[in-house]
């Protein structure tokens, strides 16, 4: 039986997230290329949908097939057909069972076809109640996000908003966009609606392929509201020469660029991050931009005293993307935190010499633990007295007790980040 292109490509996407630990951006981009529209539609959704159901699907897995170990393969081809069995109405139960079948003889594992195919068929008839440890591992099961992170979020934030947070992260996040530098006559308001807090953000209303037409034409650029809210508060109130230190891919200093700064230095760690920042500040018409590579953890090279503004939109564990970026909730671990926020730590350092006296830093990140946000500034302030914690320029509704700016998937419907702002005292 011939099993359909959206199938192959989500089974592959899927193979190389879980085993090659690729970003499911990176693995659906390569993929979905090589497909027509109505595949590509179909391998989106199977890959994303089991990412964000991975958990419960293993958990359902287990109950049919016992402690089995399973090869990657099997595995995922068993994801794949119970979350079209269980989420997807209109895919026939004998397509999501068939193509699953031959999706396990592809990949040369004939001798499990016929275990896939007996769970599957189960999986159509019998209950499909599941008996928990507790109540964390309801929580965990239910939303697909590691018990540890379950955990660490309710001593973070408290029960009620840890699920909160875990639940909106498997809800489809609004396309939001923006113009880009080239000009244009396209209509946005066809294809948007303005966003109440940034301006010149707009969320997508209505037929997203539209969208990704004005996408590929160079005339908008996909960016989360959030992440545009950063940018907006990096250039609000003070001008001058500007260093956006952390900058590949290079959305927020597209948009920086577009208000009007005349002097920008972007740069970051590697020449592979220098090219893709390149080449998609070329595909948002963006020009007059210095590129620069260097290490910013170990130093800079840039005199003392030299920005009006510095940016560090600073590496770190993404867990307030986890809504575009569902696989990055498998492949984190506490330790990560602790390793992110010593490196944030020591770049924030080093870019707070490069600000003149009077100068305006933000220091952001798409994190929203703690360690990586509110510790890091905490531990600039200890080394940099000369530094005052400011409120930056966004809605009221996102500044924290502590003057600090910060969004949330589940509150603002927007990934998750956080943004300081430190003046340096003349
Ligand atoms: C969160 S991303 C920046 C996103 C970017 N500001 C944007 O809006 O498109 C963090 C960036 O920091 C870079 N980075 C990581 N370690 C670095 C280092 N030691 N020095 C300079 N850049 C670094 C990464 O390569 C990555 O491109």
Not at 123 to 152: K, Q
Not at 283 to 308: E, K, M, S, V, W
Not at 346 to 362: F, H, T, W
Request: glycine residues 8%; neutral net charge.
């Amino acid at each position: 039986m011939a099993i359909s292109p959206s199938r192959i490509a989500a089974f592959e996407c899927l193979l190389a997230i879980d085993g090659k630990k690729a970003y499911s951006a990176d693995a659906l981009a390569t993929a979905e290329s090589s497909l027509g529209e109505k595949d590509r539609g179909l391998c989106h959704e199977i890959v994303l949908g089991s990412l964000r159901r991975q958990i419960y699907l293993d958990r359902l897995i287990t109950k049919f097939a016992g402690a089995k170990k399973l090869d990657l393969a099997v595995r995922v081809a068993l994801r794949i057909g119970i979350y079209q069995l269980l989420f997807l109405d209109r895919i026939p139960a004998f397509s999501a069972i068939n193509e699953s079948v031959e999706l396990v003889r592809r990949a040369k594992k004939a001798s499990a076809t016929g275990f896939a195919n007996a769970i599957l068929r189960r999986i159509t008839r019998e209950g499909l109640e599941l008996v928990f440890d507790d109540d964390i591992d309801r929580i965990s099961v239910e939303t697909s996000h590691p018990r540890w992170l379950i955990e660490r979020w309710i001593v973070e934030f408290g029960s009620e908003r840890a699920i909160e947070l875990a639940q909106a992260n498997n809800a489809e996040p609004p396309l939001a966009f923006r113009r880009t530098a080239r000009t244009t006559n396209v209509d946005l308001d066809e294809v948007g609606r303005p966003s109440r807090y940034v301006p010149g953000c707009r969320l997508g209303t209505g037929d997203s392929r539209r969208l990704m037409e004005l996408e590929r034409a160079g005339v908008i650029y996909f960016q989360d509201e959030s992440s545009q809210l950063v940018a907006a508060a990096a250039v609000a109130n003070t001008g001058g020469s500007t260093l956006d230190v952390c900058a590949a891919p290079g959305s927020k200093t597209g948009m920086i660029r577009m208000s009007g700064r005349d002097l920008i230095v972007a740069g970051d760690l590697t020449d592979m991050r220098l090219a893709t920042l390149r080449s998609n500040l070329e595909r948002q018409g963006t020009q007059g931009i210095t590129l620069c590579r260097y290490d910013a953890a170990a130093g800079l090279p840039f005199a003392d005293n030299t920005f009006d503004v510095v940016i560090v939109d600073a590496p770190c564990s993404g867990t307030g993307t986890i809504r575009h970026n569902p696989e990055i909730r498998y492949n984190l671990t506490n330790e990560d935190f602790v390793r992110h926020s010593s490196k944030q730590l020591k770049i924030a350092l080093n870019a707070s010499k490069a600000l003149k006296k009077g100068g305006r830093m933000i220091y952001s990140t798409c994190s929203i633990e703690r360690i990586e946000n509110e510790d890091v500034i905490a531990g600039l302030l200890a080394e940099r007295p000369d530094l005052v914690v400011t409120r930056p320029e966004v809605n009221e509704r996102f500044i924290t007790e502590e003057g600090f700016a910060r969004t949330f998937p589940d509150r603002d419907d927007m990934d998750g980040f956080f943004i300081a702002q430190l003046t340096r005292s003349d």
